[in-house]
């Protein structure tokens, strides 16, 4: 075998040239849809957040309330495998919503995201939510364009997440964590909380909130305004 | 499983630099911090290359530091 090229002949008299040797970042694609959406953004002065979680922690409920308390316009673009039950949520909350189904795959990607956009068409000035698939590991990898990324954990998942799935901890602007209401019925440290986001995400600002209950929701308005 | 994107962005890559000639052979570098798995993209591989000039092609993984995933070399037919 050939050592050059791994090829199968056993001289070295074959020439090379169909060995390609190349510097192609696999997500450059991914990553250009991202840098054109950000840029559609800035030229309408329009701030995308990018909501994450896992399936439940509470990124719906947590819109709901925020599209009805902060007295601002909304739009939101939902994201799950199946379904337009949330985006119908959002709507009956008062934010014009669009609902992005994934079928098989496990995040939103940048290019959906925009078309997504171009269909909701939100006026200059106003504040975009993308609400994620749920899921704590894929949707991290994947830049949409976004201002800021919100990361969203919920007491009933437990102290350690942020430990155990770091990639989505770390690109976080916000985290927050949810269901504070249950504190006292779950088994969860807020003191090994706080150790392992100021760990993972030492530049993320925390906050502690009910989205159901609306406990800590003030402080959350205050972050968007 | 993101990698089954991350492959399908592989092969849109590799078909638009390989001058519409088949592929043989990919190495790819995986760097540790990307959040790609090395297996879950092996995993992926036959079933998103299939019916693609880069069908049957053997893959190789490098596995390196960093946050990239980069296609290094192809072999073309």
Redesign the interface.
């Known amino acids: 075998m050939c050592t050059t090229c791994g090829c199968e002949e056993a001289t070295h008299d074959h020439r090379h040239e169909h060995v390609l040797d190349l510097e192609i970042d696999v997500l450059a694609k991914s990553k250009r849809y991202a840098a054109d959406n950000r840029k559609w953004l800035a030229e309408r002065g329009i701030r995308m957040i990018n909501v994450m979680s896992s399936p439940g922690a509470g990124k719906t409920t947590l819109l709901e309330r925020t599209i009805r308390e902060a007295k601002k316009e909304f739009f939101v673009i939902e994201g799950d495998q199946a379904t337009a039950l949330d985006a119908e949520r959002v709507k009956a909350a008062g934010a014009r919503s669009i609902q992005i189904n994934t079928g098989a795959g496990c995040h939103l990607d940048p290019h959906m995201v925009r078309h997504a956009l171009e269909d909701l068409d939100p006026p200059r000035g106003s504040v975009v939510f993308v609400e994620n698939v749920g899921n704590l590991v894929c949707p991290a990898l994947f830049d949409l364009g976004e201002a800021e990324r919100v990361v969203l954990l919920s007491t009933p998942e437990g102290d350690d997440k942020p430990l155990k799935y770091p990639h989505m901890f770390q690109t976080a602007s916000l985290v927050l964590l949810n269901k504070i209401d249950l504190l006292e019925h779950v088994p969860f440290s807020l003191e090994n909380f706080t150790l392992a986001v100021a760990k993972q995400s030492p530049r993320a600002t925390v906050m502690h909130v009910s989205a159901w209950k609306g406990q800590g929701m003030g402080d959350f308005y205050g972050w968007l305004s | ?2 990698e ?3 492959v399908e ?2 092969v ?2 590799a078909e638009e ?2 001058g519409g ?1 088949h592929v ?2 990919m190495v ?1 570098q995986i760097g540790a911090l ?3 798995l090395p297996d879950a993209i092996r995993f992926a591989w036959d079933v998103a290359t299939e019916g693609t000039l880069v069908e049957g092609a053997a893959l190789d993984i490098v596995e390196v530091p960093g946050a ?10």
């Open positions: 499983m993101h089954l994107a991350i962005s592989m849109d890559a630099h390989s000639r043989k052979r790819l990307s959040a790609v990239d995933v980069k296609i290094v070399r192809m072999e073309v037919a």
